[in-house]
C-alpha cells in the first residue's frame, strides 16, 4: 500500500498541474456566472449575500390566471419582476451583493441548480419567491416554507413574520383588510432548499389566481403590489441580517 502512494516526480507535477486546470477550470465558471447575475451595493465593503431565486421561467409558467379579456398574468414572469425589485431595493443599503438564479425568461433552472448557484456565490441567506396558485378563485393567503429544518425553520418563520400580517394590508396604506388570511410556516422538500448551504425559505406572499390579487399584481408602478411584496421581502431578509 505505502508504494503505491509513492508517486515519482513527473508524476507528482502531472498531477499537480491537472489539479490546478480543474481549479482554474471551476473558478472560471464561478467568474463568468458571478457578475451577470449579482449586482453589488455601490456603498462600502460587501458584508451580505442575498441569493434570490424567482420560481419557474421559459417553459414553465408556475401559476397562471385568465382575465375576462383573455389576457393571462403568468406567475413565472411577475416573481421575476418581484425579484428585480428586492434586489433594487437591498442594492441601495450599504454592503449588498444581491444574486439572481436566473435573470430573464430564457431559462428554467432545475431546483439542483438553483441551490448550486446560491452555494457558488456564497450566499448568506436564500429567498425563494413564488406567487401561489388554486382553481378556487377567492382563495388568498400568505405562506412560507421550508425545506431542511435545521437551517430554514427559523428563517422561514423570521421571513413570515415579515409577510404577514403585511400582506393582509392589500392597498398598503398601514391598514389591515381582511381580505389575506395567514396560513404560518409550512415544510416543502424541495432540492433547492434541501441541496443549499445557506439559511433558505420559499415565500408564497399571496396567491397570483385570487381575482382580487391578480387585478393588483397588474400594477407595476412603485406604489403597486408587486413593490409592497419587494419591499416586505427585502425588509425581511435586511432584519434578519441585521438581527
Ligand atoms: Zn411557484
Known sequence: MKSMLRFSSAAKVAALLSLLMLFAATSSVARAQAPSGCWDSSSGPITKIVALDPGHGFNDSGAVYRFASGDELLEKNVVLDIAYRTRDILVNKVGYRVCLTRMDDSTNPSNTERAQYA??????????????GS????????????????????????MYSALYPAMDDVDWDGVR???????????????????????????????LTNSREAERLL???????????????ASGIDGWLNR
Open 177 to 207: 383588510d381582511n381580505e389575506v388570511s395567514g396560513n404560518g410556516v409550512g415544510q416543502f422538500a424541495t432540492g433547492a432548499l434541501l441541496k443549499s448551504n445557506m439559511p433558505g425559505t420559499l415565500t408564497e406572499s399571496v396567491f
Open 119 to 132: 452555494n457558488s456565490v456564497n450566499a448568506n441567506v436564500f429567498v425563494l419567491i413564488h406567487l401561489n
Open 135 to 158: 382553481s378556487d378563485p377567492m382563495v388568498n393567503y400568505t405562506k412560507t416554507f421550508w425545506g431542511k429544518k435545521s437551517k430554514d425553520l427559523k428563517f422561514s418563520e423570521w
Open 219 to 233: 400594477d407595476t408602478t412603485t406604489s403597486g403590489r408587486r413593490q409592497q411584496i419587494a419591499d416586505v421581502i
